[in-house]
């Protein structure tokens, strides 16, 4: 039977998130229930909630930073038994045949990957809810399991933040003297940072906020570049071999491709809207320069993320919040005033309303 949930919702763009109960499918023979313990709160969630992206389906229950625990397996699951800590990110389900998933791409699926919450169920047509809430239905193939050598709390936002950051800068296969600059010290800048040390990379900092530079160095940044200052700035010029770019308003890329030497990338991951202003076309054709962009990452990689981060001691820095103080955390998440990441314990659901 149906199971009905607790959790908070969006009834509108205009209205604060707010108990709601709904119900989530019955679980089908490949299906994980998961007892929701933490969810990390991503900056989309607020673009989400509020219609930025001219998209929302309501009522929303948004959250695809998920940990907790196996309390019940379909008949066709082996992976994953009760008791065990996983993880849902972004994604719940895909067409599993076409190219892209067949590459463990399922984030760029053809036909559209079913997103944890607002999406659609790609089997039942029903709207997908997500991790602010106290249990979640997953088809198997997208939970990961998370290493008792992780903090759960901790883990949560690698769901989103951390494979964001992750999956580029594998993809351009950044190593041992690659040369590095991440742009915005937040969610997804601040596990770049430790990402891109861990792996070896010469790493640089690029921000507006002069007082940024010691809390930078603690995460792995090796230098400092204040990008509001001209001469930093044409110091800089031609240093860097790829570009992290985590920024999730439009913002001015000229600047930063200058610094780029000859076939260097800048790689967008936080910003969705269109460029503004435009690119000048001589900074990417006098030194055959580079504009890409990646968007989250597939299940196969992220589980080597989460893999990799057990074994080198990586987590996000976070901080708690019940779930009664979302929308003070939101409004907060607007002014930059967290570091890093929000993380709602989903036990204060059962706190009186």
């Not at 570049?225 to 920024?247: E, N, Y």
Request: one cysteine or more; aromatic letters at 6%; charged letters at 20%.
């Amino acid at each position: 039977m149906a199971l009905t949930i607790q959790g908070y919702a969006a009834q509108s763009a205009t209205t604060p998130l707010a108990p709601h109960r709904f119900e989530r499918r019955d679980p089908r023979p490949d299906d994980v229930v998961i007892d929701i313990l933490y969810c990390g709160v991503c900056h989309s969630d607020i673009h989400q909630a509020r219609n930025e992206w001219h998209n929302s389906i309501y009522p929303m229950v948004p959250g695809h930073e998920i940990i907790g625990r196996v309390s019940a397996v379909g008949a066709q699951v082996s992976k994953f038994k009760v008791g065990d800590m996983v993880g849902v990110g972004c994604m719940v389900d895909s067409c599993q045949h076409c190219g892209a998933c067949h590459a463990g791409l399922e984030q760029y699926c053809v036909e559209g990957a079913t997103w944890t919450y607002n999406g659609m169920d790609r089997r039942d047509g029903l709207p997908t809810f997500g991790g602010y809430s106290e249990r979640i239905v997953s088809s198997d193939k997208f939970v990961v399991s998370i290493s008792d050598k992780l903090d759960p709390k901790a883990a949560a936002p690698l769901l989103c933040a951390g494979i964001t950051t992750w999956s580029p800068l594998r993809h351009w296969k950044i190593g041992q003297g690659s040369r590095v600059a991440i742009v915005g010290l937040g969610g997804l800048g601040h596990m770049g940072l430790k990402f891109a040390k861990a792996m070896g990379a010469d790493v640089t900092l690029f921000t507006r906020t002069p007082d940024k530079e010691a809390e930078a160095r603690r995460l792995g940044a090796d230098h400092v570049v204040l990008s509001t200052d001209p001469a930093q700035m044409k110091a800089v010029s031609r240093a860097f071999d790829f570009i992290l770019d985590t920024v999730p308003s439009p913002h001015d890329l000229n600047p930063y491709l200058e610094t780029l030497d000859i076939d260097g990338t800048l790689c967008l991951v936080g910003l969705l809207e269109p460029i503004e202003p435009a690119v000048a076309a001589h900074n990417v054709v006098l030194g055959r320069r580079s504009i890409a962009g990646s968007g989250i990452g597939g299940i196969a990689e992220t589980q080597e993320m989460l893999d990799y981060c057990a074994e080198h001691g990586i987590v996000s820095d976070i901080e708690m919040i019940d779930i009664q103080d979302i929308n003070k955390a939101y409004e907060r998440m607007l002014k930059s005033d967290v570091r890093y990441r929000f993380v709602i314990d989903l036990a204060s659901l059962k706190k009186a309303a």
